[in-house]
């Protein structure tokens, strides 16, 4: 069988067209640079003799109007293209694009439901439905989605596993067909210099990325809360110790920082794990403190929220810092059977847990890359909870709460806090992508997970070798880490835009 064109049957007719809106494209954004420096620009409404607003449109205007239809005609093609790898029945006639649309068809509809019940219902949404009034923040948005649910339907995008390997397709081209009796008949990305599915490294591997980035922020946001509230509204000492530890930790360079976490003589002292029995602490510590200040004159609901909260955070607690079969000793790390219980490490010494405490167990190295995102990102968010702290304390609602005889714990989560959503909403997205780049840049190093996992750095730096011979085992995982931080870049702006009209 031969390779699979990129365009198939459908680029006949299709290829022109995208050309064609490539061009316009291009040359309106250079004419509308160069009639920039003229001094024309976009105009505006005007008001005339009638008292009635008109349109005043400039060539400036044109051409952002050639521009936005281009962009559109472009986005209709790729469109044509994945109807036709759905409807087309043979791979020749697919072509790679349309193969790769028919594999993400799952995706598709996830994000078409999505759309189509977030518009319909989005002035019933708050702050995620006007999302839906911003172009930009739409498009993010839809970047950031694709790249969910790319990991949440993984199982069934990927026609490969992982670590599956054909030694005959060794960096063969986009499209080349397998071998017969295999699940699959291409590798529609080609495969790297071990035979291995690139299309299906780069699915799975975004699974590796969601993991870690979404929910390791919402833990560093825990903590830099938990901590900034107090030390911007209590001041004095309290906030002088707080800021100085914080300040210390950001006199690091982050890469060097990361790079120190995740080394094998860090991990052996066992540094990683005394840092993941304080810091997954927090989440527990700002959920009790959160619905005791609310309710604390509801005594009985009060307690049962506390009480769950501690119960299943506690045992999410034990899960997550425990380890099955594993103990630090004096001469470093050594593994005992399975049938041992499952242990917490402390360092030199070690406590046996009940199996039945423990709910799951996490990879050492994904559990070491989580912690050390953590403690980077808890500096950064503390110092802009304190900041915006220190200028919302002084407001009048806060004055009348206080007047109210409401307690100072009351008043940091439920007056302040929810005033500082827009920020912290914000905060929190950017915080993702620079979490995103981070993890790609410890895979690209080769520190932090395993050797074999098909998280993108270290998919692009295993094809970095051969870039010049052979650029498509790196180029997918790139474009995939680019446009997942350009989606969450969209995203803050769009949130941003629509927070500052409230």
């Given at each position: 069988m031969?390779?699979?064109t990129?365009t198939g049957q ?7 067209i ?8 291009f040359a ?13 620009r ?11 607003m008109?349109?005043?449109?400039t ?11 281009a962009?559109l ?7 044509g ?6 409807v ?6 697919k ?20 759309f189509a019940?977030?518009?319909?219902f989005k ?12 172009s ?13 649910y790319?990991?949440?339907f993984s199982?069934w ?9 054909i ?12 071998p ?8 529609l990305?080609?495969?790297d ?11 799975l591997?975004s699974?590796f990325v969601l ?8 833990f560093?946001?825990?903590v ?15 906030d002088t ?12 360079p982050v890469?060097?920082l ?9 991990v052996?002292a066992?540094?990683?794990?005394y840092?993941?029995m304080?810091?997954?602490?927090f ?6 403190t959160?619905?005791?200040?609310r309710f ?11 009480g769950?909260t ?6 999410l ?15 470093g790390?050594?593994?005992l059977p399975?049938?041992?219980?499952d ?16 709910l ?7 559990l ?6 953590v ?40 007056e302040?806090?929810?005033?500082a ?20 840049t ?6 932090g997970?395993?050797?074999e ?14 870039l010049?011979?052979y ?24 949130l ?7």
């Amino acid at each position: 069988m031969e390779p699979l064109t990129w365009t198939g049957q459908f680029g006949t007719f299709l290829n022109p067209i995208m050309l064609a809106a490539v061009v316009v494209f291009f040359a309106a954004a250079i004419l509308n640079f160069v009639i920039g420096f003229a001094g024309i620009r976009a105009g505006g409404y005007e008001v005339n003799d009638e008292g009635t607003m008109v349109m005043n449109r400039t060539p400036s205007d044109y051409l952002l109007m050639a521009m936005q239809f281009a962009v559109l005609v472009f986005l209709a093609c790729c469109v044509g293209f994945i109807i036709g790898g759905i409807v087309l029945p043979e791979m020749a006639q697919k072509g790679i694009l349309g193969a790769v649309g028919q594999r993400l068809l799952p995706v598709w509809i996830a994000l078409i439901v999505t759309f189509a019940l977030s518009i319909t219902f989005k002035a019933r949404l708050g702050l995620y439905g006007k999302l839906f009034n911003s172009s930009i923040g739409m498009v993010g948005f839809g970047l950031v989605m694709f790249w969910v649910y790319a990991a949440l339907f993984s199982a069934w995008v990927a026609p490969f596993d992982a670590l599956d390997q054909i030694s005959s397709l060794r960096n063969d081209i986009p499209g080349t067909p397998t071998p017969e009796g295999e699940a699959y008949s291409h590798y529609l990305f080609g495969g790297d210099r071990l035979g291995r599915d690139v299309f299906s490294r780069v699915i799975l591997g975004s699974t590796f990325v969601l993991q870690i980035a979404p929910l390791a922020t919402v833990f560093a946001f825990m903590v830099g809360i938990t901590l900034g509230l107090p030390a911007g509204y209590f001041g004095g000492r309290l906030d002088t110790i707080l800021t100085f530890v914080a300040n210390l930790v950001l006199a690091f360079p982050v890469i060097l920082l990361f790079y120190l976490l995740v080394t094998p003589e860090i991990v052996a002292a066992g540094l990683p794990q005394y840092m993941s029995m304080v810091l997954f602490l927090f989440p527990i510590i700002f959920l009790v403190t959160l619905f005791n200040s609310r309710f604390h004159t509801q005594p009985k609901r009060r307690n049962l929220l506390v009480g769950l909260t501690v119960l299943i955070g506690g045992l999410l607690y034990l899960s997550l810092i425990s380890d099955r079969g594993t103990v630090i000793d004096v001469l470093g790390w050594s593994r005992l059977p399975e049938s041992w219980p499952d242990r917490i490490s402390l360092g030199l010494f070690s406590i046996p847990l009940p199996q039945s405490l423990d709910l799951f167990d996490i990879g050492g190295n994904i559990l070491i890359v989580f912690v050390s995102v953590v403690f980077v990102n808890s500096p950064t968010v503390f110092r802009i909870v304190r900041g915006i702290t220190l200028d919302i304390k002084t407001r009048d609602y806060v004055a009348a709460a206080q007047t109210r005889g409401e307690g100072p714990w009351y008043i940091m989560l439920w007056e302040i806090l929810p005033n500082a959503r827009g920020p912290l909403i914000v905060d929190f997205c950017l915080r993702i992508g620079y979490t995103t780049i981070l993890l790609g840049t410890l895979g690209f190093f080769g520190l932090g997970l395993s050797p074999e996992s098909p998280d993108w750095g270290s998919t692009i730096n295993e094809g970095r070798s051969l870039l010049t011979v052979y650029p498509h085992p790196a180029l997918p995982p790139a474009l995939a880490l680019m446009s997942l931080v350009l989606g969450l870049n969209l995203l803050a702006d769009g949130l941003r835009e629509e927070s500052l009209k409230d």
